[in-house]
Nanobody, 124 residues
Framework: QVSLVESGGGLVQAGGSLRLSCAAS????????VGWFRQAPGKEREFVAA????????AYADSVQGRFTISRDHAKTTVYLQMNSLKLHDTALYYC?????????????????WGQGTQVTVSS
């Protein structure tokens, strides 16, 4: 069993930056993709970004393209989400998720492991 732990959330002013981290408890061939999702109050959880290392691919939601960057630290089994130029509508609970996924990184159903989430609040 793999556990995921997110960190790095907090309160930031609009235009500011945060870096989220997702640490996995162990290396496993059961994981080829890590994704970030977010859920704002009263809204459904939505895809933010994903990274796949089998095919060296990344994917981003249109709403964060050009502002967020997902990356991976191989040695530490950690995936990062660098969030720049934060906007009010980026406020949400951010989850990382992992699974053995080769295509369609945006679909939550394919992710087997989920973290508990880290809160990001952007203020004006």
């Amino acid at each position: 069993q793999v556990s995921l732990v997110e960190s790095g959330g907090g309160l930031v002013q609009a235009g500011g930056s945060l870096r989220l981290s997702c640490a996995a408890s162990t290396h496993t061939s059961d994981i080829t993709t890590v994704g970030w999702f977010r859920q704002a109050p009263g809204k459904e959880r939505e895809f933010v970004a994903a990274i796949n290392w089998d095919y060296d691919k990344t994917a981003y939601a249109d709403s964060v393209q050009g502002r967020f960057t997902i990356s991976r630290d191989h040695a530490k089994t950690t995936v990062y989400l660098q969030m720049n130029s934060l906007k009010l509508h980026d406020t949400a609970l951010y989850y990382c998720a992992a699974g053995r996924i080769h295509t369609d990184f945006t679909t939550q159903l394919w992710y087997r492991y989920w973290g508990q989430g880290t809160q990001v609040t952007v203020s004006s």
